[in-house]
Each structure stands twice: as C-alpha cells, then as structure tokens.
C-alpha cells in the first residue's frame, strides 16, 4: 500500500491551455479517494498520469514516496480497472484473471490459488471456465475486478467501471467495490461523474472542474460546508437550490421571497442564496417565525415515500424535497417555510461561501 501525492501537477497537450493546471493533493495510504466531476473536468487525464498512461507537463507525482514522472506503467504496481471491462474475447474467466500474473512469471501454484481466492470473494466459481461472451454486464465487471485484485498492488485505480451497467447492477457493484476495499485496504482512485458513486464509495472525495480542484472533503464535509457555488450545486441529489439575492445590508430579496439581515459588513452587493430541497417543508407544519417561500407548482415528481416539487416565481426556480402523502397538482399555488438556520451564503461574484463574522449563517441568518 501507498499513498499518491501531486505537487503543483499540470497536463497541457501541444500549446493549448492547460487540461490539469497545477493540481495539489494527497491520496492517503489505503483510502478510497473519488475524483469526481463533470465531463472535461480533467479527472480522467488525472487518473491517467497516475497509471503512467500520460505524461505530465509539469510538476511531480509521487506514489509511496517515490517520484514516478519517468516510471513507466510496468514498473508502478498499480492495477487499473476500465469502463469497458477490456477482456480478452477469447480466454475462459480464469485465464483473463491470471493472464497479468503469468506475464510477470509468477509461480503456477501461486496463480491458481490467488485466482481461486479472488473468484470466490467475486461470486464467480462457477463461471472460470466461461467466456467473456457467455457472461453478464456486471459478471464481466466482476472478472475485470478480479484480474485487478489478483495482482496484489500498491494501488488500485478505477476509470468509471459502472457506467455500462444498468441502475440495479450499478447498485450492486459498488456494493462489491466498498466490500473489496473493506477487505483489502488498498489505497484506490476512483473516476466518476456520478456523485450518488461518489458519495457512497469515497473514503474523501476530490471535486474537479475544468482542471481545478474545487474541494477535498469526506462526503458529509462537502455536503454540509460546501467552499463554493460549483460544490453546493454539484453534491446532492437534487442539488441545492441557489438564488442570486439583492442585498441592500439590511434585507436579502429575490423573486420568492425577502429576507430581513443584520448589516453584512463591506457585501452590499447580490449574493447567492443557498437552500437544500430537504429542508423546504410545507408552511403549516412551520414554526410562525420561520421565512415564508409561495410559488406555482410547475413539476411534481413522485418516487413513493417522498416527492419532489419544482416551484417557479418569476425567474426563480426551487426544488423541495417533502413527504409523498399529498396530491399535489402542476399549476397549484404551493406555500413553503424553512429554517433561517439552514441557509447557505455565497458571494455572487468569486461564488465562494461567505463564512465571516457578520455574514455567518446561522439561528439568526435571515
């Protein structure tokens, strides 16, 4: 096991701007670290300067201590699981896992056992005799599992291994994944643009956005304290809603509703109104002194025990997340509350979270 290291790492192809512009972090020995973004974000190319698969225009990566800039992929010991499973069409299961540990001569008997060991942690015993072709999506996705873990590496590395699976198989697996890193504690890089994937794997995960990190938490620290809008609107699923609000340092006002604020000291200025769909709740069931959102029901989205309501007032949309015990109607006028306590404030120009002293939200944020 190691841990990986980037110091002031960046990627530029030909003249171009730059894919990675100095990347700065740490992957802990033997931490499920998540690199997670959207498409172009450069998380992909950043997995890929791990494996050695590209090479890095500047700054220096080091795994276990030891900087690998020159070391070419053979010499890395990391094992890398890919999107397409890329399995040999025309080996049986055991062969297509011990096919990377007869390249490197590793004894016979020590093949047969480690594939055996790894087939049966893998639910795939019964099948090393079958082919590729012969084997279900996620069968196949367990194989490419088992090739990697047979190696026995320092690092494991996974190019979004889910995202050829359908939604239950995909459920499936990544309750595989979390059991294997349980199990073996190796230190592992997992690509992702799903962030239900990353919240439900990652050890600590790493948000990207065209090439820069935006935050590096554990799921619950990006959930909760997002630095920026780009995090807030990214973690959560719906995704929080942010507002832009005139601020006057007295009273915060968009289309939904107005707020009275305390003085925020030097930010007279419009400011972006974070709020999670969760904590919208229906105005009746509301303390009287809670703020007070009306809006016409545009969408309703029922999944069984809850619903999401989308909400629009003149140019402003919401999303509430609420118990799905109601008939609510699309057109319907819907009157909301909230807890002041669970707004978010953001600068509308940086679009990073505003956490000093006057503009701390809190009990008395609204």
């Known amino acids: 096991m190691a841990n990986i290291e980037f110091k002031g790492v960046n990627k530029r192809y030909d003249d171009g701007p730059a894919t990675v512009p100095g990347l700065d972090l740490e992957v802990r020995d033997g931490e499920f670290m998540v690199l997670v973004g959207p498409s172009g ?165 790493a948000i990207l956005d065209k090439g820069a990190l935006m935050q590096v938490g554990t799921p619950l620290e990006l959930y909760s304290d997002p630095d920026n809008t780009f995090v807030a609107g990214f973690m959560g699923s719906p995704p929080m809603n942010l507002l832009t609000v005139a601020n006057d340092g007295t009273q915060l006002t968009c289309d939904l509703l107005t707020l009275p604020r305390p003085k925020l000291q030097g930010l007279n200025h419009s400011l972006i109104l974070g709020l999670r769909p969760e904590k919208l709740v229906h105005a009746a069931n509301a303390p009287a002194n809670w703020p007070r959102l009306r809006g016409s029901i545009e969408l309703v ?52 979270r505003i956490r000093s002293g006057a503009a701390r939200v809190g009990a008395d944020a609204c």
């Open 41 to 205: 974000c450069g998380k992909s190319t950043t997995l890929r300067m791990i494996a050695g698969l590209e090479s890095i225009s500047g700054g220096d990566l080091f795994i276990g201590g030891h900087r690998v800039n020159d070391l070419p992929p053979k010499d890395r010991d990391i094992a890398m699981v890919f999107q397409n499973y890329a399995l040999y069409p025309h080996m049986s299961v055991f062969e297509n896992m011990a096919f990377g540990l007869r390249v490197r001569n590793f004894p016979k008997l020590g093949i047969d056992r480690r594939v055996r060991e790894a087939a049966k942690t893998l639910g795939l015993s019964e099948l090393l005799h079958r082919k590729p072709g012969q084997l279900s999506g996620g069968q196949n996705q367990r194989v490419a599992l088992g090739r990697a873990m047979v190696r026995d590496p320092q690092v494991f590395l996974f190019d979004e291994p889910l995202s050829n699976l359908d939604a239950e198989l995909r459920v499936q697996m990544r309750a595989v994944i979390h059991r294997l890193h349980r199990q073996l504690g190796t230190t592992s890089v997992y690509v992702t643009h799903d962030q239900v994937e990353a919240m439900t794997l990652g050890t600590r995960i």
């Open 301 to 352: 989205e029922s999944l069984g025990a809850e619903m999401l309501i989308h909400l629009r007032t003149g140019g402003s949309k919401v999303i509430a997340r609420l118990p799905g015990l109601r008939v609510l109607t699309m057109g319907d006028t819907l009157e909301l509350a909230f807890d002041p306590g669970a707004v978010y404030l953001f600068d509308a120009q940086s679009q990073q």
